[in-house]
């Protein structure tokens, strides 16, 4: 039987499972406002994380939401193949996988003295912009009762109501959105369409009444189906130019693109000087030279241990605890908990959901700070909020929001041992594919660490090693990294992996950029070289002195090289003199 899943990610991207043929479409539409007049799309995606794990014969989809803007026009709509498990997902997982995971460029200096001796300096930076099953009470839990609009399902799933929806027509649900104040964007019953004839079970959300768009968590949909994707169609509504798209799978060996491209940088095209700080934008240009913008890089292929489960939970962690206890107790017990540290007088928290828990159950004080009042016992026992404070209730949305999708998290990283991390850069354009991924366990890992080693010799040109194991003579003072003049590629090599069969190279720039290498490297050399009058034409002296061209960066450790480059001139115009 045919499966396929379309929900979107945060504020518009979607997700399928299904067989490559099969196409869907999903969306954000915003929550229509109260007031009369034009009520255009207000979403501006320009990042999407989400997280796909196996199990068995079902797919997990962990969709990371962020939205920004008034929670009461935050609606959401979901095509799903059938009734699904919809639960809360746990936000120190994406913090702790995006972590863990993400690339790091590495520069490691060596600076070679003449007297035989060499010191060693690494820096370390991230190119680029980088950010990171049942609840209680068995919220979310999929019934097989509905059917049609008039017995449409409503539940609560975390700070989210859920509808859940089996139109017979897509005028049917056209007019219950439009009925229950949905901001449909154009073409909405053209794209939805397909999913009413398939037979989709649609999930509405919205944020509950009252809840702050602090309180919004991610949002897991368990589904039977073993493929992940991505349909991007529909995003192209509210996408902006150069998305980036990151996907997170997680399961028993390398995940792959099955239907995009596989890109793999050209190393020369990243500015190592400065830590490559322009990761992104050749990750775009590279994706770019597909023809159709259609690729995926690998920024870490590995062992899912490089992430810290103590980040996504604790054992200690416990809603049963707090049994008993007042407001100031309840504080008190977080600590012993170690979710808050209230040590400095004003109170911070280690879990990104627990603040938004407190401000719900014990709001501070109007004109008090809010996290000084929390670090203060007395305060708190003396004040209104703690009269009225329900302890049974928060620790009910306590075990709902941050222990169950903690302690499933957990699990989820010890019961699979391999995590892949793609992403790509798609602007609205170029979404005219779904993308789908598949596993391919042969395939080599992928470090997260890239280094490049700079070494500086006693006499002569800088040199860069390049992790590729391509050398380059170091640019000179007034040169840009390395050579922008010339046409070199973006992408060393392009290349699909299909599901079964050989990979099929698309396209590989290997030998050109080793070319270009070569020629960059004898101008550079060519131009360090003595000159007829007997004067250095670059940085190598004509008596084979240190290389000292005026504009070289000096680090730190290279300031006794400098004194002893001066002192050489000095003592080269003192014997001339004597001479």
Known sequence: ?????????????????????????????????????????TVDQSGENVLFVA?????????????????????WLIPLPAEPEITVGSEPLFRALLEASRPIFGLRTTVM??????????????????????TAGGAGQASAESEGMDDAIGRTVGSFEVTLLEPTGVDELVGWLDENAFDLP????????????????????RLRPGAGVQEIHPVVFRYRGTRPAIPLQLTAVAATT??????????????????????????LRLHWPSLVTNYESVVSRAVDETGDGLGFVTEYAGNSAVVDRGRVFDDAW??????????????????????????????SFSHPLLLPLLQRHLPA?????????????????????????????????YQAR??????????????????????????????????????????????????????????????????????????GPFEPWPGTDRPLPYAERIEMLPERGQPHLVSSASARIDAAVAELNAERSQAAAPTNDGSAGGSIADDGGLDCAVGRRLGGQNFWLALSCLWLFYRRGALRRLG
């Open 1 to 41: 039987m045919k499966t396929w899943l379309i929900l979107t990610l945060t504020l518009g991207v979607a997700l399928l499972s299904a067989p490559a043929e099969t196409r869907a479409c999903g969306g954000t539409f915003c929550d229509r406002p109260a007031s009369p007049g034009p009520t255009p799309m």
């Open 55 to 75: 199990d068995g014969e079902y797919m997990e989809a962990h969709v990371q939401i962020r939205y920004q803007g008034d929670p009461e026009r935050l609606a």
């Open 113 to 134: 003295h003449c007297d035989g001796s060499e010191d060693t300096r690494e820096d370390q930076g991230c190119g680029g912009s980088f950010d990171d099953l049942d």
């Open 186 to 205: 154009e073409r909405s019953a053209e794209l939805l369409e397909p999913y009413v004839r398939q037979g989709a079970v649609f999930a509405a959300l």
């Open 242 to 267: 150069d998305m980036r798209v990151r996907v997170l799978i997680l399961g028993e060996g390398r995940a792959v693109p099955s239907n995009f491209r596989h890109v793999e940088l050209n190393q």
């Open 318 to 347: 416990n809603a049963e605890a707090f049994a008993g206890l007042g407001a100031a107790g309840v504080l008190a017990e977080l600590q012993a908990q170690g979710l808050a540290d209230c040590s400095s007088g004003a109170c």
């Open 365 to 397: 004080p109007q004109a008090q700070d809010e996290r000084r009042f929390y670090a203060c016992a007395e305060c708190i026992e003396d004040s209104s909020p703690a009269t009225d404070f329900d302890t049974e209730a928060f620790a009910e949305d």
């Open 402 to 475: 941050i222990v169950t999708p903690g302690a499933q998290a957990r699990a989820l990283l010890e019961r699979h041992p391999y995590l892949t991390r793609m992403m790509t850069l798609i602007s609205p354009e170029e979404m005219t594919v779904d993308p789908v991924f598949h596993l391919q366990s042969e395939l080599p890992d992928v470090d997260r660490e890239r280094w490049a080693e700079r070494v500086v010799p006693c006499m002569g040109k800088a040199t860069f090693h390049l992790p590729d194991g391509r050398q380059l003579l170091e640019p």
